[in-house]
């Protein structure tokens, strides 16, 4: 299990409130901390109406990286008609070097649970998936155990809660590359098929798992449910940050500490990369990487910006995986962004043809750059090529995709100018090139 850093003091914990109280062998402890009652009250008070009523209210937003109104989604898979529905939680985490979302199932499996099944009551499904990756051995035991125990005193299975309706669910292990998060990925691994991203609308909302509507959700959008249904709508609204209500888990890597932290939405950035601690004398903050391998390449003068879906988006940087990374003066930027570019570029599955070509020579252009082989006009490519591949593919990866090298030229230019222009890497990373006078 991720080391779980401890925030600042006074910051309210929704996500891993329970962290260390809800053991998957322990049902009675995980009750006594408040497990299923929000289900309870969910199914027997509000109603499927009144729960979206409650969700919408609450302006939750789905955690997986774009920002989508949940109760928007739940709305849609609700009044498509049917003859089944399902509920997807995602909880594969695509960035490998962040366990945001498998801290998560690892440290309370009964919030992700119960976020499927008030999910699954609500639109009509009887079945439920978690899917995780299928080396996140811990998580999977754990939610097995959970399940099973759920089931059998009957907040889940055939007739749940003396409901009269069966709604199952069940762990979900997937294995795949990075483009298995990406949702309609999810639900064709989830059917033992391979895939690429499907062209949208429709969305899953309406016409996903097997053709039928499916709400996929990010585990820690699902683990917010029962606590805004416990708490109501307006206590998690005047939690975060105007339009980004809640919290959020992150993944910090510092200079003392990295592990997983649960930060208010809205937190100032620099907030967040103070939990990884201080730097050694002489060493000091160059840039914070934000949104994992498509992440965006920050300078400090960002560090205000309030980590939020919007804030971030217009800094060009995204929330992604949650990962949040300092790296210190002795980093080449243009090295962080060919890095992560070239990550992008393999990683692409190849469906549509903007991505699959303008990513990778996006990448080269990072690859010239770092090994003093740059042509004339190559940052004028830079540009001309992102612009060319956002909007025009089937998923987000490539407008995201461009974040790293568009980041790096809109707040590093004298760095890729140096590279360019002068064969210099002034951070002594990019080498054979010879080092800058900074160096
Ligand atoms: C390349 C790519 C990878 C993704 N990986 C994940 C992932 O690992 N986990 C996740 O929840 N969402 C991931 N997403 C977003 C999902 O497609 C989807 O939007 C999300 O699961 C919906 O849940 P939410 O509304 O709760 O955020 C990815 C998207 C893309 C384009
Ligand atoms: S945008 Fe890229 S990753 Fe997404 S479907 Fe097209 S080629 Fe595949």
């Not at 949940?70 to 594969?92: D, F, I, M, S």
């Not at 709400?215 to 708490?231: D, K, Y």
Request: glycine share 12%; charged share 25%.
């Amino acid at each position: 299990m991720s080391t779980i850093l401890s925030s600042a003091k006074g910051w309210p914990s929704i996500l891993l409130a329970r962290a260390g109280a809800s053991k998957p062998a322990d049902l009675d402890d995980a009750i006594k901390a408040g497990a299923f009652e929000a289900l309870r009250r969910s199914v027997r008070e509000l109603g499927p109406e009144g729960t979206i009523a409650e969700v919408k209210a609450s302006g939750l937003r789905g955690r997986g990286g774009a920002g989508h109104l949940t109760a928007a989604k739940w709305q849609a898979a609700a009044e498509t008609p049917a003859k089944e529905r399902y509920v997807v939680a995602n909880g594969y985490g695509a960035d490998p070097a962040t366990s945001t979302d498998r801290t998560l199932l690892e440290t309370d499996p009964y919030a992700v649970i119960e976020g499927v099944a008030i999910a699954a009551f609500t639109i009509g499904a009887e079945t439920g998936y978690i899917s995780v990756r299928a080396s996140a051995t811990q998580a999977i035991k754990g939610l097995e155990t959970a399940i099973e125990a759920a089931t059998a005193r009957n907040f889940i299975g055939e007739d749940a809660l003396g409901s009269g309706r069966r709604v199952e669910i069940e762990v979900r292990p997937v294995q795949g590359a990075y483009m298995l998060g990406e949702e309609t990925v999810l639900l064709k691994a989830l059917d033992g098929k391979r895939g690429q991203p499907e062209q949208r609308p429709p969305h899953p909302a309406t016409r996903g798992f097997h053709g039928a509507p499916t709400v996929v959700q990010n585990v820690q959008t699902l683990a917010s449910v029962p606590w805004i249904i416990r708490h109501h709508a307006k206590a998690f609204g005047a939690i975060g940050f105007g339009a980004a209500p809640g919290t959020i888990l992150v993944d910090v890597r510092g200079p003392e500490r990295s592990g997983v932290a649960e930060v208010p939405m809205g937190t100032p950035l620099e907030a967040i990369v103070e939990l990884g601690g201080r730097f050694a004398k002489g060493r000091s903050l160059k840039a914070v990487v934000v949104g994992g391998p498509t992440g965006g390449i920050l300078p400090p003068s960002e560090l205000k910006t309030p980590y939020t879906f919007d804030d971030l988006r217009s800094v060009g940087a995204h929330i992604g995986s949650g990962s949040v990374i300092a790296a210190d003066d002795r980093a080449c930027v243009v090295d962080v962004a060919r890095l992560l570019t070239r990550f992008s570029a393999d990683e692409a599955c190849g469906k549509t043809i903007p991505c699959r070509i303008g990513v990778r020579r996006i990448a080269e252009i990072g690859e010239r750059l770092t090994t003093g082989t740059s042509r004339a006009g190559d940052l004028d490519l830079l540009v001309d090529l992102s612009a060319d591949v956002v909007g025009s593919a089937l998923c987000d990866h490539e407008r995201l995709a461009t974040l790293p090298m568009l980041s790096g030229l809109r707040y590093f230019r004298d760095e890729l100018d140096a590279h360019l222009l002068r064969g210099e890497c002034p951070a002594g990373v990019c080498r054979p090139i010879r080092l800058g006078a900074t160096a």
